[in-house]
């Protein structure tokens, strides 16, 4: 059996990070809330080190097996109405998961194959890009420091937790940052609609390469593009613009891993 611990009393000083980790929001230890059993059994599935559990004991009880097999010092139990009233709003899922964030994988320690994002805004494209990575075999992944981060609520919710495979690099000075990876080798593409444009079906794949992907509205700035090596445009029928970013970057990343 599980050593439940039963919550007699929900205002205790280790249940309150259920309530102020809210979406990109993180403690000085790296700590991160994940939320919905099967992106915690995912989690539960990797090297990251788990603080506690806060759920249901039905799903304790599905899922024993899975959660005897890591070492996580408080297994919290309570009702679904005991979890709405710790994080302050209706639920739709029976189960949490406080965690603690990966260690950054140094740039000279990355994959041949990397997507970067530059100024994305959105927690949810963050996410869902990272998802697409995971199962395109795209294992790093590179994003600025300013940005959403992809162990943030939200983001390890849309990825379903599929980012904890990824390596991940966040960097602070993009341009910096480019040239130095120019320097290890790798060609550097940017997802962009320009005159020099190489459409993506006539895209020569590069043995070592890095996708950026830039802003939902603003794309990539003419500075950032003067130091990238090529910029890749995927062809669309006359009259549409452009594709969400996530799946954009899902097509391109298909293109450079299957062509």
């Known amino acids: 059996m599980l050593n439940l611990i039963e919550i007699e009393d929900i205002n205790i000083p280790e249940l309150q990070i ?13 700590s991160f809330i994940a939320d919905s059993p099967k992106v915690i059994n995912l989690l539960l599935e990797s090297d990251l080190e788990i603080k506690s559990i806060l759920s249901t004991k039905e799903y304790y009880e599905e899922f ?85 981060h992809p162990y943030s609520r939200r983001s390890l919710r849309v990825s379903m937790g599929y980012v904890s495979k990824l390596q991940i690099h966040i960097y602070e000075n993009i341009i910096e940052t480019i040239e130095a990876l120019k320097q290890a080798g790798y060609t550097i593409l940017a997802a962009e609609v320009t005159n020099e444009s190489i459409e993506l079906a006539k895209l020569e794949v590069p043995e070592k390469w890095v996708l950026i992907m830039g802003h939902e509205g603003k794309g990539i700035s003419k500075e950032i593009l003067e130091h990238c090596d090529k910029t890749v445009k995927i062809e669309m029928v006359e009259g549409i613009k452009s594709f969400n970013v996530s799946v954009a970057a899902s097509i391109m990343m298909y293109k450079l891993i299957y062509s």
């Open 18 to 30: 259920y309530k102020q980790l809210r979406d990109n929001a993180f403690t000085e230890d790296n």
């Open 64 to 148: 024993e097996d899975l959660i005897r097999k890591k070492d996580i010092e408080k297994l919290y139990v309570a009702t679904k109405k005991e979890l709405e009233s710790i994080v302050g709003h209706t639920v739709h899922h029976n189960a949490m998961m406080h965690g603690i964030r990966p260690e950054p994988t140094p740039l000279d320690a990355l994959g041949d194959k990397i997507i970067m994002l530059d100024e994305i805004s959105s927690t949810q494209n963050v996410g869902s890009i990272a998802r697409s990575a995971a199962a395109l075999g795209v294992n790093s992944y590179l994003l600025p420091k300013q940005g959403p």
